[in-house]
């Protein structure tokens, strides 16, 4: 299950990025919001040199799945 819909669609960095500052935009806290937001754009900054495809292939698919992870953990109902 993805975070939001569309994450299939999902095919580059870009797109990623848009992706998970929208999956930020779910979290319950203003400072959750913000920490995830000032990591999702560090990570890009770092990779953004990356230009083997089948390496942000599996970038995109990992951040993709720990997007899910932390957004079940911090909206799933106690």
């Keep these: 299950m993805s975070p939001l819909p569309g994450a299939e669609l999902v095919r580059t960095p870009l797109q990623l990025y848009r992706y998970l500052l929208r999956c930020c935009e ?3 806290s203003a400072a959750m919001q913000k920490h995830y937001r000032h990591a ?3 990570s890009f900054n770092s990779h953004a040199d990356e230009d ?5 292939r ?6 993709i799945s720990d997007a ?3 957004l079940d953990k911090y909206t799933k109902k106690k």
Aim: charged residues 30%; proline residues 10%.
């Design 58 to 63: 599996m970038i995109i698919q990992r951040s």
């Design 40 to 42: 999702v754009r560090q």
């Design 26 to 28: 779910l979290l319950p």
């Design 68 to 70: 899910d992870w932390i």
């Design 52 to 56: 083997d495809p089948e390496r942000i």
